[in-house]
């Protein structure tokens, strides 16, 4: 169905924060996709070639290579952030106080002193600042976390998230890659983040992490593999394993309850066919069969939660992944690195001022630091 202006109402002004692959790719078509009730009105980019073939391409009316100018003169109800980490801060603050609703691409910033700074800027009501984690949504995601969160299948008990992909070299000769100060951290920040929210929006808050990380192939500051152990607030184990040296490409949660398994494998995005729910024995054949009608299929994807991100923003409500629902997220990846560059056990709401790892990922880990790419393990 098409979406359309509220009832006596306007569409609402967007615009493109960032002209490279994944705004062409998929945040302009799903904008497109939510036209009449969403009217793309300008972007912006520090390339004026760059912004001006996107422009051009996209039909879209206005090009800029200031975020301020585009702010100013074209007042957006909303940004699509798309640029590279280390200045999603600065680009987040400056359209919050200019009145502008974003939705930011993951990662979202370098840590958690950042996306605190962010969300200071958040008023009741709006303009808030959401994270894009489109895993969340689709007819597979809302099917599961009902069944889950209403005790059909049981208590969680054994849970594994797995973000398994393959980087080459050329993969990380892209300047702001592989390196703390401009991509946040490595596979467990800048890949493995999907797997994790989702993870978290399936099974609830985590309590505990304790983790190792590896620096096993690629020349870069950050990790290239890292594996941990988390506790949940419900009592469930799990194991997270986040990699870019893996041939065989995959990306899966499987959550061990007391009445069935539930798994979703893919790679970057699911539909209602990559989920399975297999039955303990002893369950009613009919109360399993149930659990199969997983309804009309509706695909995780970008146009999934700009859909639903607009409908919070006409109606002045908080989106699921912004303020703490997407903290939580970042605090765990925070953990992790913690964990592994310590040793220690992290619990949930140590991290914070006066921590090292509140201001970076890698805390002040000898061998992690900002400029050190020798083989490391931690």
Not at 19 to 39: F, K, N, S, W, Y
Not at 223 to 235: C, M, P, Q, W, Y
Not at 304 to 314: G, I
Request: aromatic share 6%; net charge negative; glycine share 10%.
């Amino acid at each position: 169905m098409t979406p359309q202006p509220e009832p006596g109402g306007r569409p609402l002004r967007a615009a493109v924060v960032g002209t490279g692959a994944i705004a062409q790719g998929a945040h302009l078509p799903a904008l497109r996709a939510l036209e009449p009730a969403v009217d793309v009105v300008a972007a912006v980019d520090v390339s004026a070639e760059s912004v001006r073939e996107f422009c051009e391409q996209g039909g879209i009316p206005h090009a800029y290579t200031s975020l301020d100018d585009l702010l100013a003169e074209q007042r957006p109800d909303f940004v699509v952030i798309c640029t590279p980490p280390a200045v999603h801060r600065e680009q987040t603050v400056a359209a919050l106080r200019a009145g502008a609703w974003v939705l930011c691409e993951k990662p979202p910033c370098p840590s958690l002193a950042d996306f605190d700074l962010m969300t200071a800027e958040e008023r009741e009501g709006g303009p808030y600042a959401a994270i894009v984690f489109q895993h969340r949504f689709g007819s597979g995601s809302a099917h599961v976390r009902r069944l889950l969160a209403s005790g059909a299948l049981g208590k969680p008990l054994v849970a594994h998230c797995q973000t398994t992909w393959y980087r080459d070299r050329a993969y990380y000769s892209v300047p702001w890659r592989g390196r703390w100060e401009t991509e946040g951290g490595g596979p467990a920040m800048g890949h493995g983040i999907h797997q994790m929210d989702h993870f978290l929006d399936l099974l609830g808050p985590w309590s505990q992490v304790q983790a190792m990380a590896g620096r096993l192939v690629h020349d870069v500051e950050t990790e290239d593999v890292s594996t941990a152990l988390v506790r949940f607030g419900n009592g469930a184990l799990g194991t997270i394993v986040n990699s870019v040296l893996s041939p065989d490409e995959v990306s899966r949660i499987r959550i061990d309850c007391e009445r069935a398994t539930v798994e979703v494998t893919h790679l970057y995005g699911h539909s209602n066919a990559d989920w399975r729910i297999t039955p303990a024995p002893g369950v009613p054949g009919t109360e399993a069969a149930a659990w199969q009608d997983f309804g009309p299929d509706t695909p995780s994807s970008h146009l999934e939660q700009l859909r639903a991100f607009t409908a919070d923003l006409r109606a002045g409500r908080r989106p699921g992944s912004s303020g703490q629902g997407g903290r939580s997220t970042l605090e765990l990846i925070s953990a992790l690195y913690k964990a592994a560059f310590t040793g220690a056990t992290v619990r949930a709401g140590e991290i914070g001022p006066g921590d090292p790892s509140y201001t970076a990922l890698h805390g002040d880990a000898p061998g992690w630091a900002p400029g050190t790419t020798t083989e490391s393990t931690a």
